[in-house]
């Protein structure tokens, strides 16, 4: 319970720090009323706006309005959309959210026996095989196989819609694209984390009660094996978030990564503060499930 | 002696490993035998291939790098079948019936030896419930029997906890009952108390003392320690560098030996009361990459003869059951094949 406590404390003053800084620094960035308004507005147009987006006071006391609304649950209203930015992010979250899960589960699904299957096999063909192929699916940066995908899948053969929003036809090469960089991370880590634990002495006092090779490895060396790999998913929670902004740009995905690039081409602060805010949530949720998930698996490690 | 009197016999096994900087002979053409019941102690020096002999017993000699070069395992099981060990696949299943249920070992490391995500109980009864085919409760129930048995005191309550929760002579005792929980006939003891310091050594080796005595089985002890041996074993092979070059009884090793290595090691152990310095033995085991020409001990040996630096000595036969692998004993000894 004490460590409960303590990390939901831990949360709290992390949320505050991250959302001060947010908070200025996307104010040195500039003036966002040149953006919203026409290249030949008058200042009186000028000034009004500026007033609708109370950038008028001086920054103290509009930091003090953020907090006050912060507090109440209140993130403000975007410049751009003129809507309260929690009802535009509900709108999308559970598309990026879609994206990102469908991705990641391929890419342990993929990742985790294709690691394990090159750890057995270990400097054979198809170990050097699997290894070259993952290291290329996570090397290759996601726009240029984007890119590539839709060229082939899109443009060339005409089988899958290049972008948009629509059945689980729309859904493929996005969560391929996005899948096989995790999936070839996944399974690098994987096989290195399982040819560690093969060697120990435990796996050799596994083999020498005669327990068939399939239940050594995926009994005694898999649930240790498979550690790393957990805190290598949560540590990358953030990558994940951001290369999800680089997937539903290039396949016009409707999330939430979309409407953030939107608003920092724009300086649409409202929206740049709650997007770094429910990043941090999910980095810290993320954190714990590793955490929890860690105490399941391992019972060296005790909560207090 | 009627070949079906061995339980084990192990004829001329070479085991090698292909590394980076050639190949290591870890055993090089070794020959010794266990009998049914008897306990059989091998010693040497760190390095000497005492552990490699062992895995090549339980064939689990990790390749694709290690191999058995040469030789043969035999073993006879409860059915009076003489197996040939090294033919068999690793993972075959009569090899695998073998394993934990024929023959178990006991590694040198208690605190790294088990598993530790898996509870002491959970450990012992998955040999139990594999090899004999029996429920999970009636795994867990032997579980508890073997803990009582090795001495560990609320056994039920403590087939719930986990290795890191014992201590290291606890440990032991855990993989102790694991071992012997199929009733195996022949157990492997691959330096089971090096780890542990003397009084938990001493409470373990007459822990098992008593266990071979009560359960019968027979036992390969190994160690580089001389003074476990003579409380151990009957029958001692004295190994250096991969070779077998001494084999005697536990007698003659002690009050006759006959290899300059094993009067060195002999000298370098301490006694109880006895005056004279310890004398270790000068040098150092030579790399298992550079070995040097001749008889492998020839740099270190103060008894050495010019052709000991030339040629690597022939095995001698000597009157008893004494076998010695040194140059000295050509004109007494019968020069084996
Ligand atoms: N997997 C391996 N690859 C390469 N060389 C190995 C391997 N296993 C053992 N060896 C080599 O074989 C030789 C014998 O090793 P072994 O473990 O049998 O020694 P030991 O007599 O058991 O020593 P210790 O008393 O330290 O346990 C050593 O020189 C070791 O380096
Ligand atoms: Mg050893």
């Known amino acids: 319970m ?23 620094a996307t104010r040195i960035t500039g003036d966002p009323v040149m953006w ?106 996601n726009f240029v196989l984007g890119i590539f ?25 996005p969560v391929v694209t996005y899948g096989a960089s995790h999936a070839g991370l996944v399974a690098r880590l994987m096989r290195s984390s399982m040819l560690d634990v093969i060697r120990r002495d435990f796996i050799r006092t596994a083999d020498s009660k005669g327990l068939p090779r399939h239940t050594v490895i995926m009994k005694h060396a898999f649930r240790i094996a498979v550690l790393p790999v957990i805190t290598l998913i949560g540590l990358r929670l953030p990558h994940l978030i951001s290369g999800s902004f680089v997937i539903e740009t290039i396949y016009a995905w409707p999330g939430a990564g979309r409407l953030i690039i939107q608003a920092a081409k724009n300086r649409d602060f409202p929206v ?33 | 002696m009627v070949e079906r009197d061995k339980l084990l016999d192990v004829q001329g096994l070479k085991t090698y490993f292909e590394t980076d900087r050639g190949v290591v002979k870890a055993v090089d053409d070794i020959s010794y035998h266990v009998k049914e019941g008897e306990t059989v102690g091998i010693v040497g020096e760190s390095g000497c291939g005492k552990s490699v002999t062992a895995l090549s017993i339980m064939n689990l000699v990790q390749g694709p790098r290690g191999r058995v070069a040469g030789g043969k395992i035999m073993y006879t099981t409860k059915g009076g079948e003489r197996v040939e060990i090294t033919a068999l696949p690793p993972y075959s299943p009569k090899m695998r019936a073998i394993r934990g249920s024929e023959i178990s ?80 006939r022949f157990l492997i003891a691959d330096e089971p108390t090096t780890a542990l310091d003397v009084t938990i050594e001493a409470q373990i080796l007459d822990l098992m003392l008593h266990l071979q005595e009560k359960l019968g089985m027979a036992m390969q002890f190994i160690t580089h320690d001389l003074g476990v041996i003579s409380t151990m074993a009957k029958r001692v092979v004295v190994m250096y560098t991969g070779h077998v070059v001494e084999k005697a009884s536990v007698d003659d090793i002690f009050y006759d030996p ?18 004279e310095r310890l004398v270790p033995i000068k040098g150092t085991v030579p790399n298992m990459n550079e070995l040097p020409k001749g008889c492998y001990f020839s740099p270190r040996c103060q ?6 630096h030339q040629e690597e000595p022939p095995s001698y036969q000597l009157e008893g059951d004494h076998i010695v692998k040194c140059w000295l004993w050509e004109q007494e000894g019968v020069r084996l094949p």
């Open chain 2, 303 to 308: 008894e050495a003869m010019d052709i000991c």
């Open chain 2, 258 to 275: 006959r290899h300059p290595y094993t009067k060195g090691l002999l000298a370098s152990v301490p006694t109880l009361g006895r005056q």
């Open chain 2, 105 to 184: 070992m006991i590694f040198q490391e208690p605190m790294t030896a088990l598993n530790p995500v898996y509870t002491i109980g959970e450990q012992i009864a998955e040999t139990v419930c594999l090899h004999q085919k029996v429920s999970k409760k009636k795994g867990r129930e032997r579980a508890i029997e073997m803990l009582e048995l090795v001495g560990i005191a609320a056994p039920s309550r403590r087939i719930n906890e986990y290795p890191h929760q014992l201590s290291g002579g606890m440990r032991q005792r855990a993989m102790i009952g694991m071992a012997l929980s199929c009733d195996p």
């Open chain 1, 272 to 304: 740049l503060q709650y997007a770094v805010f429910v990043t941090a949530i999910l980095v810290i949720v993320a954190n714990l499930l590793v955490d929890l998930a860690y105490g399941l698996l391992d019972p060296r490690i005790k909560y207090d």
């Open chain 1, 36 to 141: 919203l308004l026409p290249d030949d507005a008058s200042m009186e147009a000028i000034e009004n706006t500026r007033i609708r987006l109370g950038l008028d006071k001086p920054i103290h006391e509009q930091f003090s309005i953020f907090v006050k609304g912060v507090l109440q649950g209140d993130f403000g209203t975007s410049f751009l959309h003129r809507r309260s930015v929690t009802s535009l992010f509900l709108e999308r979250i559970p598309q990026t959210v879609k994206l990102m899960s469908w991705a990641l589960g391929l890419g342990i699904v993929l990742g985790i026996p294709l690691g394990i299957i090159a750890a057995l096999n270990r400097n054979s063909a198809l170990d050097r095989f699997l290894m070259t192929s993952s290291f290329l699916a996570y090397s290759i940066p």
């Open chain 1, 149 to 173: 995908f839709i060229l082939i899948f899109s443009l060339t053969l005409r089988w899958l819609p290049s972008g948009g929003y629509g059945n689980w036809r729309y859904m493929i090469m």
């Open chain 1, 2 to 24: 004490a460590f409960f406590v303590r990390r939901i404390s831990r949360a709290v003053i992390t949320l505050c720090v991250v959302l001060t800084i947010v908070f200025f």
